[in-house]
């Protein structure tokens, strides 16, 4: 059938003046703006639009929109291309390339093997052999006919939007659009989300009139209305993909595909997270389909999808139609066929007498109205061309079935409320045996539904309740009474006659013998499946949903899982509001990566945070640490130099002259108060109550259970004035621990703590020759030894900057640590280097700290701890202060009988016997080297250095009972094979009487 | 002549930052403020107030920023401390912060996708103001009554919040004053 045949002449909301050129399956096709992929694709005779999962049949498309099941498409090309979209909602652009995903050789021969593949296949198959699928997945997953995903980067941009508002109206059809209006004229603020490009829902194909208008004219009102007033946001093409707690919603809005690949411009997908007082769902209810033999023939479509691609898309489907309705409703889609002047062969009711009015109009238009009959079978090869029909009395065939041919068939078997949204929140939906459907659960007080969602069936109806939702919405966020202010408009309902449930169709063959009743076409899942299922003792619809795949797909079986319930309940002899529907997750349609990600991609993945001198760390080429969220100078090269060289060059440097280290990013806490002494008493367990005005201590911060979590130096800066550093990782961390135990435990005490971590830039001056540096742009502190000793803290001014200059030392050399204000950071930072030029001042890394401090035996909590150390094991028990009168946090911890086990691993040093190898770090040490596994461990490697200055490897480690061990052997095995033997040592290997720090 | 932008961000160089931390019942505290700083310490949670060259904005239930407009944040620090009595504490906080004022119409966009706050004016009105999530770091967000909105936050994260913004602001049009 060719395009001048299917596309009429005129109607339809599609602009004939612009047509688009796209390609489906490397074919040439034409469309018009306004069409889908789908529309397009029946308009150009497309009748397979891809092969079956399973079975690798012909398959057509179903529905027009988020509920279609074959028409599964790739979109685009390269690395932004999209798959897994429905053709239905993929709107046409000039140049759009899309694919099947199912189209491949691989499905066309799935036809033969499919039919070994029975319900429960994969479980049968692989829970026996577990083994199996390991090998088998690769190909299955091929042959599954999913799209696949692109292996580019993703060129395109995406991004996030926050809204909060009154009333989030979930749909644009007719109840949500009177619901948005109501509740905008009560002043809410109103977020009105439609998936489809326009709004309007089903009055986009709607022909009837409203309030006397066409249905379009009543839509361009209502959106100008809505456009109009200020408090409303209307986000056209957003999906409403996640309904969470406490009515949090994410919206997935397409920005541009509907524009073609246009990657550099704007954002692609933006995710909106909403956040809504009220929530009104009028997401509307999708058509159920009919399930007899063969109802998966293209050819084969829901009714009212031929009546909207009739109505909204001016496309005539096909020829001859057979419409199979067990309701009224239906009987529209024949009227519409007929009007548009195509044959209408015959309308196949299951009902008795129906009688309503949609009825007597078609009896009226000549329409031969076949009554208490079913198609039970379609018939053709790759394209519907009859079905048999047969009476149908009760759920029993009679009489001899006869042929009709036709090459179209719509059936209406009622409809689904969409009621995913409100199912995701938790809320089971609950039969309704009046609707002859599943209607949302009590979703409580944030939720309204309103219109077809409701089970209401007539537009009518969907008007009314829509304003009324939107009132009650509105007045439980606070704006009016509740009262609809304006009336809906006038649509002529006429009466319908009650329709019939019809779940399964019988055919003379019994279900496991009939040609396939397709169920949920998505995952080829027929009715026979679920009886099987039900006979192998299946009653869960969770679990039928698992071992027959029944709803599984991408659409979440949302045109077959209600038969599907329905099948199941006959097969289990129960009622279907006892079997009750399946979970539905978040998203409702697929939603992308991209989308969920946002900005937080590449450099906005996680911030950097800099130091003030961070361009000039940049300037002079530093490799880079990542210490929580800082960028800390690791080391800095010099061209041609190695790693190793340059850490040697600036561990001497250190040692030997003058060597400076931007320490900005330790954590630092201003704490004020006349108790402030007795918080610190009580979160170390070092004294700090006789610390003199102006000196510094060192503390070991313990959790509850004894073991070490932060250390640092705090200073005494006046009567009542501490300051605290902690460790770079940790100093949101310790802020927080302080303000819970000042806020939770300890409100007697009048202290305050402010982090000032930002606010002081810190330098520290290292080496013998750091005092003359600084002497050189600090005039106005006494710098001498005896004036200005170790562990002291004196406030001046360097390069005409107040300033605090701490002697507290990480290196065991004589350093200030010189603190500014941070906006002054880098003008003192200079200052300091042109200070130090004639000393040939070396800037340091972080590397090259690790080595100083270890070749001190300090250590770094996180590195030499895990968590689980006390002091004494990390042979601190000189930091701890057991008389306090309060006590400290841990102090009692530390009296635990395993923190007193002799056998615990303690802090050691290790130094190989060969002075060349450097250990890894992380390395186990073993005492018997040829001991075969299990082999006891006698502990591990904590810290490993190659040490300049005493031209050797150096190691810190904890061993079992180590303190006890010293010069004892251990072995270090490598993963090459090779055993490295260590001495155990004290793990101070430098200066071990601390002379050079005080000097 | 270009469009003009939707949304400009300027810098409020010159101010000096100082955390306060007290008692708002303890009347020594509010009148020290009031006589270093001429302005009033906000009681109403997330407020703040304005006088002449001083803001005060709150922080917590005993805890403010205090921004002076051509000080030094270490002199505002001394006469605090020489004007209170009692339980207090005051920091300067001037190396922390980073102030940038922004504006125009699509400021409020900027804001939805940097922030789960509502800044809504009918949420959050001339004379509020909230610490809270901006993209991955924080802020301190204030609403003026120019419709501008100030923006205070950590001098180590700018970087960072610069690129941010500017991205952010891009599809508006963006001016860095």
Same mark, same amino acid.
């Given at each position: 059938?060719?395009?001048?045949?299917?596309?009429?002449?005129?109607?339809?909301?599609?602009?004939?003046?612009?047509?688009?050129?796209?390609?489906?399956?490397?074919?040439?096709?034409?469309?018009?703006?306004?069409?889908?992929?789908?529309?397009?694709?029946?308009?150009?005779g497309?009748?397979?639009v891809?092969?079956?999962?399973?079975?690798?049949?012909?398959?057509?498309?179903?529905?027009?929109?988020?509920?279609?099941?074959?028409?599964?498409?790739?979109?685009?090309?390269?690395?932004?291309?999209?798959?897994?979209?429905?053709?239905?909602?993929?709107?046409?652009?000039?140049?759009?390339?899309?694919?099947?995903?199912?189209?491949?050789?691989?499905?066309?021969?799935?036809g033969?093997?499919?039919?070994?593949?029975?319900a429960?296949?994969?479980?049968?198959t692989?829970?026996?052999?577990?083994?199996?699928?390991?090998?088998?997945?690769?190909?299955l997953?091929?042959?599954?006919?999913?799209?696949?995903?692109?292996?580019?980067?993703?060129?395109?941009?995406?991004?996030?939007?926050?809204?909060?508002?009154?009333?989030?109206?979930?749909?644009?059809?007719?109840?949500?659009?009177?619901?948005?209006?109501?509740?905008?004229?009560?002043?809410?603020?109103?977020?009105?989300?439609?998936?489809?490009? !326009?709004?309007?829902?089903?009055?986009? @194909?709607?022909?009837?009139?409203? *309030? &006397?208008?066409? $249905? %379009? +004219?009543w839509?361009? /009102?209502?959106?100008?209305?809505?456009?109009?007033?200020?408090?409303?946001?209307?986000?056209?093409?957003?999906?409403?993909?996640?309904?969470?707690?406490?009515?949090?919603?994410?919206?997935?809005?397409?920005?541009?595909?509907?524009?073609?690949?246009?990657?550099?411009a704007?954002?692609?997908?933006?995710l909106?997270?909403?956040r809504?007082?009220?929530?009104?769902?009028?997401?509307?209810?999708?058509?159920?389909p009919?399930?007899?033999?063969?109802?998966?023939?293209?050819?084969?479509?829901?009714?009212?999808?031929?009546?909207?691609?009739?109505?909204?898309?001016?496309?005539?489907?096909?020829?001859?139609?057979?419409?199979?309705?067990?309701?009224?409703?239906?009987?529209?889609?024949?009227l519409?066929?007929?009007?548009?002047g195509? !044959?209408?062969?015959?309308?196949?009711? @299951?009902?008795?007498?129906?009688? *309503? &009015?949609?009825? $007597? %109009? +078609?009896?009226?238009? /000549?329409?031969d109205?076949?009554?208490?009959?079913?198609?039970?079978?379609?018939?053709?090869?790759?394209?519907?061309?009859?079905?048999?029909?047969?009476?149908?009395?009760?759920?029993?065939?009679?009489?001899?079935?006869?042929?009709?041919?036709?090459?179209l068939?719509?059936?209406?078997?009622?409809?689904?409320?969409?009621l995913?949204?409100?199912s995701?929140?938790?809320?089971?939906?609950?039969?309704?045996?009046?609707?002859?459907?599943?209607?949302?659960?009590?979703?409580?007080?944030?939720?309204?539904?309103?219109?077809?969602?409701?089970?209401?069936?007539?537009?009518?109806?969907?008007?009314?309740?829509?304003?009324?939702?939107?009132?009650?919405?509105?007045?439980?966020?606070?704006?009016?009474?509740g009262?609809?202010?304006?009336?809906?408009?006038?649509?002529?309902?006429?009466?319908?006659?009650?329709?019939?449930?019809?779940?399964?169709?019988?055919?003379?063959?019994?279900?496991?013998?009939?040609?396939?009743?397709?169920v949920?076409?998505?995952?080829?899942?027929?009715?026979?499946?679920?009886?099987?299922?039900?006979?192998?003792?299946?009653?869960?619809?969770?679990?039928?949903?698992?071992?027959?795949a029944?709803?599984?797909?991408?659409?979440?079986?949302?045109?077959?899982?209600?038969?599907?319930?329905?099948?199941?309940?006959?097969?289990l002899?129960?009622?279907?509001?006892?079997?009750?529907?399946?979970?539905?997750?978040?998203?409702?349609?697929?939603?992308?990566?991209?989308?969920?990600?946002?900005?937080?991609?590449?450099?906005?993945?996680?911030?950097e945070?800099?130091?003030?001198?961070?361009?000039w760390?940049?300037?002079?080429?530093?490799?880079?640490?990542?210490?929580?969220?800082?960028?800390?100078?690791?080391?800095?090269?010099?061209?041609?130099?190695?790693?190793?060289?340059?850490?040697?060059?600036?561990?001497?440097?250190?040692?030997?002259?003058?060597?400076?280290?931007?320490?900005?990013?330790?954590?630092?806490?201003?704490?004020?108060?006349?108790?402030?002494?007795?918080?610190?008493?009580?979160?170390?367990?070092?004294?700090?109550?006789?610390?003199?005005?102006?000196?510094c201590?060192?503390?070991?911060?313990?959790?509850?259970?004894?073991?070490?979590?932060?250390?640092?130096?705090?200073?005494?800066?006046?009567?009542?004035?501490?300051?605290m550093?902690?460790?770079?990782?940790?100093?949101?961390?310790?802020f927080?621990?302080l303000?819970?135990?000042?806020?939770?435990?300890?409100?007697?005490?009048?202290v305050?703590?402010?982090?000032?971590?930002?606010?002081?830039?810190?330098a520290?001056?290292?080496?013998?020759?750091?005092?003359?540096?600084?002497?050189?742009?600090?005039?106005?502190?006494?710098l001498?030894?005896?004036?200005?000793?170790?562990?002291a803290?004196?406030?001046?001014?360097?390069?005409?900057?107040?300033?605090?200059?701490?002697?507290?030392?990480?290196?065991?050399?004589l350093?200030?640590?010189?603190?500014?204000?941070?906006?002054?950071g880098?003008?003192?930072?200079?200052?300091?280097?042109?200070?130090?030029?004639?000393?040939?001042?070396?800037?340091?890394?972080?590397?090259?700290?690790?080595?100083?401090?270890?070749?001190?035996?300090?250590?770094?909590?996180?590195?030499?701890?895990?968590?689980?150390?006390t002091?004494?094991?990390?042979?601190?028990?000189w930091?701890?202060?057991r008389?306090?009168?309060?006590?400290f946090?841990?102090?009692?911890?530390?009296?635990?009988?395993?923190?007193?086990r002799?056998?615990?691993?303690?802090?050691?040093?290790?130094?190989?016997?060969?002075?060349?190898?450097?250990?890894?770090?992380g390395?186990q040490?073993?005492?018997?080297?040829?001991?075969?596994?299990?082999?006891?461990?006698?502990?591990?490697?904590?810290?490993?250095?190659?040490?300049?200055?005493?031209?050797?490897?150096?190691?810190?480690?904890?061993?079992?009972?180590?303190?006890?061990?010293?010069?004892?052997?251990?072995h270090?095995?490598?993963?090459?094979?090779?055993?490295?033997?260590?001495?155990?040592?004290?793990?101070?290997?430098?200066?071990?009487?601390g002379?050079?720090?005080?000097? | 002549?270009?469009?003009?932008?939707?949304?400009?961000?300027?810098?409020?160089?010159?101010?000096?930052?100082?955390?306060?931390?007290?008692?708002?019942?303890?009347?020594?505290l509010?009148?020290a403020?009031?006589?270093?700083?001429?302005?009033?310490?906000?009681?109403?949670?997330?407020?703040?107030?304005?006088?002449?060259?001083?803001?005060?904005?709150?922080?917590?239930?005993?805890?403010?920023?205090?921004?002076?407009?051509?000080?030094?944040g270490?002199?505002?620090e001394?006469?605090?401390?020489?004007?209170?009595?009692?339980?207090?504490?005051?920091?300067?906080?001037?190396?922390?912060?980073?102030?940038?004022?922004?504006?125009?119409?699509?400021?409020?966009?900027?804001?939805?996708?940097?922030?789960?706050y509502?800044?809504?004016?009918?949420?959050?009105?001339?004379?509020?103001?909230?610490?809270?999530?901006?993209?991955?770091?924080?802020?301190?967000?204030?609403?003026?009554?120019?419709?501008?909105?100030?923006i205070?936050?950590?001098?180590?994260?700018?970087?960072?919040?610069?690129?941010?913004?500017?991205?952010?602001?891009?599809?508006?049009?963006?001016r860095?004053?």
């Open positions: 059938m060719g395009a001048e045949v299917r596309r009429r002449a005129a109607g339809g909301r599609i602009d004939r003046d612009q047509t688009l050129d796209f390609v489906f399956d490397g074919r040439a096709l034409r469309g018009f703006a306004g069409d889908t992929l789908a529309s397009a694709l029946l308009a150009n497309v009748d397979v891809g092969r079956s999962f399973k079975y690798g049949r012909p398959r057509g498309i179903v529905g027009h929109g988020a509920e279609e099941p074959n028409a599964i498409v790739e979109v685009g090309a390269g690395a932004s291309c999209v798959p897994n979209l429905r053709a239905t909602q993929v709107e046409l652009y000039n140049g759009l390339e899309a694919r099947s995903i199912r189209a491949s050789l691989f499905q066309r021969a799935a033969a093997f499919g039919r070994l593949l029975p429960g296949f994969y479980y049968k692989f829970m026996s052999s577990p083994g199996a699928w390991m090998a088998w997945e690769r190909v997953r091929h042959a599954a006919g999913f799209g696949k995903a692109p292996d580019g980067a993703d060129p395109d941009t995406y991004d996030r939007m926050n809204h909060h508002c009154d009333v989030l109206v979930v749909g644009a059809g007719p109840a949500g659009l009177s619901a948005a209006l109501e509740a905008a004229g009560w002043g809410a603020r109103v977020l009105l989300a439609d998936e489809q490009s !326009e709004f309007g829902g089903s009055l986009l @194909a709607e022909t009837r009139a409203l *309030g &006397g208008d066409s $249905a %379009a +004219a839509l361009d /009102g209502a959106l100008a209305e809505l456009d109009a007033s200020g408090n409303v946001e209307l986000l056209p093409r957003s999906t409403v993909s996640g309904y969470y707690d406490h009515n949090f919603l994410t919206l997935v809005e397409r920005r541009s595909d509907h524009l073609g690949p246009v990657a550099a704007g954002t692609r997908e933006r909106h997270r909403v809504a007082e009220q929530v009104v769902l009028a997401t509307g209810a999708i058509e159920r009919l399930v007899f033999a063969n109802n998966d023939l293209p050819g084969v479509m829901l009714a009212s999808s031929v009546s909207t691609y009739v109505n909204r898309y001016a496309v005539a489907p096909g020829k001859s139609l057979l419409l199979f309705t067990t309701n009224d409703h239906g009987y529209r889609t024949a519409d066929w007929h009007r548009i195509r !044959e209408v062969v015959a309308i196949v009711d @299951a009902r008795e007498s129906p009688a *309503g &009015g949609w009825v $007597a %109009a +078609a009896k009226e238009a /000549g329409i109205v076949i009554v208490g009959h079913a198609i039970i079978e379609a018939v053709g090869r790759s394209r519907v061309s009859g079905a048999a029909i047969a009476s149908l009395q009760a759920n029993a065939l009679a009489g001899t079935p006869r042929r009709l041919a036709c090459d068939i719509a059936c209406s078997g009622g409809w689904n409320p969409t995913h949204l409100g995701q929140t938790g809320v089971k939906p609950r039969w309704s045996d009046s609707a002859g459907a599943f209607l949302p659960g009590d979703l409580g007080g944030g939720t309204v539904c309103a219109g077809a969602v409701a089970g209401t069936p007539t537009l009518r109806g969907c008007l009314e309740q829509g304003a009324l939702a939107g009132a009650t919405a509105a007045s439980r966020a606070g704006f009016g009474s009262r609809t202010t304006r009336s809906a408009p006038e649509v002529d309902e006429p009466p319908e006659t009650p329709a019939r449930s019809l779940f399964l169709v019988p055919h003379p063959k019994r279900v496991s013998r009939a040609p396939k009743q397709f949920d076409f998505q995952l080829d899942v027929t009715a026979s499946d679920i009886e099987l299922a039900a006979r192998e003792g299946y009653e869960s619809v969770e679990h039928v949903k698992r071992y027959t029944l709803g599984f797909g991408t659409d979440q079986g949302k045109l077959g899982n209600v038969n599907g319930v329905a099948i199941l309940a006959e097969a002899g129960k009622d279907i509001a006892e079997v009750g529907t399946t979970m539905y997750r978040p998203s409702y349609t697929p939603a992308t990566f991209g989308a969920i990600a946002g900005r937080d991609v590449g450099g906005f993945f996680d911030p945070r800099h130091t003030p001198m961070h361009e760390h940049t300037s002079r080429g530093a490799e880079w640490e990542n210490v929580g969220r800082w960028k800390r100078p690791r080391y800095y090269p010099r061209s041609g130099e190695t790693m190793q060289q340059a850490l040697n060059r600036e561990c001497l440097a250190a040692r030997d002259g003058v060597a400076i280290m931007d320490a900005s990013t330790l954590g630092k806490i201003d704490i004020q108060g006349a108790d402030s002494a007795e918080s610190l008493d009580r979160i170390y367990t070092t004294g700090f109550r006789k610390l003199g005005i102006g000196r201590r060192y503390g070991l911060m313990l959790h509850e259970d004894g073991t070490i979590f932060d250390d640092g130096v705090t200073a005494r800066l006046g009567e009542d004035r501490y300051l550093h902690t460790t770079t990782g940790n100093a949101e961390v310790v927080a621990w303000e819970r135990w000042r806020q939770t435990e300890w409100p007697e005490l009048s305050y703590f402010t982090s000032v971590t930002d606010h002081w830039a810190t520290a001056l290292v080496g013998p020759k750091s005092r003359t540096v600084l002497a050189k742009v600090c005039t106005d502190i006494d001498t030894g005896g004036a200005f000793p170790f562990m803290v004196r406030e001046g001014h360097v390069a005409g900057v107040p300033a605090r200059v701490f002697r507290i030392s990480f290196s065991g050399e350093s200030f640590e010189v603190n500014v204000p941070a906006q002054h880098r003008a003192v930072w200079d200052a300091l280097i042109d200070a130090g030029a004639e000393f040939d001042i070396t800037p340091y890394g972080t590397e090259a700290m690790h080595v100083l401090r270890a070749e001190k035996g300090f250590i770094i909590v996180g590195q030499d701890t895990d968590g689980s150390m002091p004494a094991d990390t042979g601190m028990d930091a701890v202060r008389n306090k009168p309060f006590g946090l841990g102090d009692r911890s530390l009296d635990l009988a395993d923190h007193l002799e056998d615990r691993p303690q802090l050691v040093g290790l130094a190989t016997d060969d002075a060349r190898t450097v250990l890894p770090e390395g040490l073993v005492d018997d080297p040829e001991c075969r596994p299990p082999v006891p461990i006698a502990g591990h490697v904590t810290s490993s250095y190659y040490s300049a200055r005493l031209s050797r490897p150096i190691a810190l480690g904890m061993v079992k009972g180590g303190a006890g061990r010293m010069g004892e052997t251990v270090c095995p490598l993963a090459d094979g090779r055993v490295v033997k260590a001495s155990i040592v004290d793990p101070i290997f430098y200066d071990p009487k002379e050079r720090q005080r000097v | 002549m270009s469009e003009p932008p939707g949304v400009v961000c300027r810098e409020c160089p010159d101010r000096a930052f100082v955390n306060v931390r007290g008692d708002v019942g303890d009347p020594r509010r009148d403020v009031a006589q270093v700083a001429g302005v009033d310490l906000p009681r109403e949670p997330g407020t703040w107030n304005q006088a002449d060259r001083s803001r005060a904005y709150w922080l917590g239930p005993d805890e403010w920023l205090l921004v002076v407009e051509g000080d030094d270490l002199e505002v001394g006469r605090l401390r020489s004007a209170l009595d009692g339980h207090f504490s005051v920091v300067d906080v001037t190396g922390t912060q980073v102030h940038k004022e922004l504006s125009g119409p699509d400021v409020g966009k900027v804001l939805q996708k940097s922030s789960p509502d800044f809504h004016p009918r949420h959050f009105p001339p004379g509020r103001c909230a610490q809270t999530v901006f993209a991955k770091a924080t802020a301190l967000v204030a609403a003026r009554e120019d419709g501008a909105f100030d205070v936050f950590r001098r180590s994260y700018a970087d960072y919040f610069m690129r941010w913004l500017a991205d952010a602001a891009a599809e508006y049009g963006y860095l004053d």
